[in-house]
């Protein structure tokens, strides 16, 4: 084996793999991410698809990325890479701004023949002139290196030219020293109907990475310092897959059946995909007609006992809506989870934004009142889907999960937990003795506030639930106006009391800093890295990132408040820092504000705090 020249060590590294959306980025970029994982590093990525469906090939508007970071201390798929791989002219210049200075670029020199170059509207025939290019460029040529492999295959050329991909993922796994034995693990998983398909990856991985070796003295190779992880068995997930199982898991503790009643958007999809696939584990999982039928689906199977879920992004969200107000009027668990996407409207289906927060708190006509949870990371989906059905079915409201597409589509590397823990859910449900005493279906737990489930088929439990207000003793429809008002009342302080039932807000970061860069939902790893770099260059700063928006933590008022300096960041136009002004009076609350369809870079948090706080 040839010697490497010129490595460099770090404590984490960034790739990103681009190429026209038919390609394979995102499988390439994903087998890569396993199996760094699988060798003991923390992973966090990036799919960055293109908003057009099968743009024209070559052209700009096709380019599709996937963008990963692996090392220790991995909160972010990172702001630009060490290594870019652009598979055509389109994918350079769409990507070589997210490289590093003095970086690496490979590229597949076979595509950038002068008609690639004018499909990608370069001007000249030196692209990396043109675009000013200082970097470490290694001129491929996998595509003729990819057919000279599988020439004895007797795979058509159209099948050869899938295999790219491959090549490329097989240099880029010797040039960070990754086992080729696990990539080829993953490649015959993914395979394991189409035998040839596998044997001819199998021949184009080794081929690219032997050919690593042939150019090892032309460009750098890396070394990536692995951490210490918690014992146990990992496996890299996404956010969508992660919130599928949180959910399964949960059905597993309440002892209820799980039902998925949805319809197809972007990004959101993949969860009825998932939950479809678990028929072995008793989930219902339906493709209704509409947004509007999946949750009124969801909203029966609820009062049949089941625990309900509906899945969507922002659009669907806004159709749900009187679907979701009959919930909280008949007061039954249901699960809302909507993986938001950039808005109004259609808007940028493949783009991440944060800006469905005031829909999901008040989108719904009258006092309609429920809890919203958004979840941190992609692993993190795991953990709020199956605290979102906890406080569905334990307080027997709806419940809206907040994830969005960089976290539902980004994965990150998740320990899968053992069944202790997370504990049981307990379902109020109604029995015998209750059913004897008098029970009447707004019967509630005094501590709690919540009425109890009385599921159909339960003897001497039958009752009328509906969207017209009932009397808050029978039952019976009431147009009393002290009876109506009596139960609006009563539906917003059982959600207040939902405070008492959820973690407190904790703090991070410098425990003495008197600013506090304040975040919701999937802009964590971002914040967090931010918050670490800050202190670490002599800016001191704590981090409050909040998981429980309606209630707020118990201790999140008075905590924030013990800071001379607030800045909320999201990635919207301010509507958290609206929601939190409204419950601060006299605290002036900062804003860091993005909404480009793109998460935030850590050197714009970084550069806007040191802003605030060198005023």
Not at 140 to 167: E, H, Q, Y
Not at 239 to 256: C, D, H, P, V, Y
Not at 395 to 420: C, K, Q, Y
Request: charged letters at 20%.
């Amino acid at each position: 084996m040839l010697e490497k020249t010129d490595v460099k060590v770090l404590d984490k590294v960034v790739v990103r793999f681009s190429g026209d959306s038919g390609d394979g980025m995102q499988l390439a970029g994903n087998i890569f991410t396993n199996v760094s994982a699988g060798v003991g590093n923390q992973v966090s990525t990036f799919p960055d698809y293109p908003a057009e469906i099968r743009a024209p090939q070559g052209s700009l508007g096709g380019v599709s990325g996937f963008q990963v970071s692996v090392g220790a201390k991995v909160h972010t798929p990172g702001d630009k890479c060490d290594v870019l791989i652009a598979m055509n002219p389109a994918a350079l210049k769409q990507n070589f701004k997210f490289l590093k200075p003095g970086g690496v670029i490979i590229v597949d020199i076979d595509s950038f023949k002068e008609a690639d170059l004018r499909k990608a509207l370069f001007t000249t025939d030196s692209p990396f002139e043109e675009l000013g290019i200082k970097a470490q460029v290694v001129e491929v040529p996998v595509t003729s290196m990819t057919k000279a492999a599988l020439a004895d295959s007797g795979l058509d050329n159209k099948s050869v030219l899938k295999c790219r991909n491959i090549f490329a993922l097989g240099l880029v796994c010797w040039l960070f020293d990754r086992p080729l034995e696990s990539a080829l693990h993953h490649l015959k998983k993914k395979f394991a109907r189409k035998p040839a398909i596998f044997e001819a990856n199998s021949k184009v991985i080794e081929a690219g990475y032997n050919y690593g070796h042939n150019i090892h003295a032309s460009v750098s190779t890396y070394r990536i310092e692995t951490s210490q992880p918690r014992p146990g068995v990992y496996t890299d997930i996404n956010g969508n897959t992660a919130t599928a199982w949180g959910l399964i898991m949960a059905s597993e503790k309440s002892g209820r059946p799980l039902f998925l009643g949805s319809y197809p958007i972007t990004p959101a999809t993949d969860i009825l995909h998932e939950l479809a696939k678990r028929k072995d584990l008793g989930v219902k999982a339906i493709q209704m007609e509409d947004e509007i039928a999946g949750v009124c689906s969801a909203i029966g199977a609820s009062f049949a006992g089941n625990l309900a879920v509906t899945s969507t992004s922002g659009p669907g969200l806004a159709l749900k809506s009187e679907g979701i107000g009959l919930a909280v009027m008949a007061e039954l668990p249901l699960v809302v989870i909507d993986v938001q996407r950039g808005g109004p409207s259609t808007g940028l289906p493949t783009k991440t934004e944060q800006t469905d927060l005031m829909q999901a708190l008040y989108g719904r006509n009258g006092e309609s009142p429920l809890a919203v949870v958004a979840a941190a990371t992609p692993a993190d989906c795991f953990t709020m889907a199956f605290e979102a059905a906890r406080i569905a079915i334990e307080h027997m409201t709806p419940v809206i999960l907040l994830t969005d597409a960089f976290i539902g589509n980004g994965s990150g590397a998740w320990r899968v937990p053992e069944a202790d823990e997370f504990p049981a859910i307990k379902v109020r449900e109604v029995g015998p003795d209750m059913i004897a005493s008098g029970w009447r279906p707004y019967l509630r737990d005094q501590m709690s506030k919540a009425r109890y489930w009385a599921i159909p088929g339960t003897e001497g439990a039958t009752h009328r639930l509906g969207g017209l207000e009932k009397d808050a003793v029978t039952g019976a429809i009431s147009n009393d106006p002290a009876n109506h008002e009596r139960m609006v009342l009563i539906r917003r302080e059982k959600i207040a009391r939902i405070a008492d039932d959820i973690p407190l807000l904790e703090v991070q970061g410098d425990p003495g800093a008197d600013t506090l860069l304040i975040g919701w939902g999937g802009t964590y790893g971002h914040l967090m890295t931010a918050t670490d770099e800050l202190n670490a260059a002599g800016t001191p700063v704590a981090l409050a990132h909040f998981r429980y928006i309606n209630p707020l933590p118990a201790n999140a008022l008075e905590t924030i408040r013990r800071y001379k300096r607030v800045i909320v960041a999201e990635l919207n136009t301010g509507m958290f820092a609206d929601y939190l002004q409204s419950k601060l009076p006299g605290v002036e609350i900062l804003r860091i504000n993005k909404i480009q369809g793109q998460p935030f870079s850590v050197t714009e948090i970084v550069d806007q705090v040191k802003q605030f706080t060198d005023k």
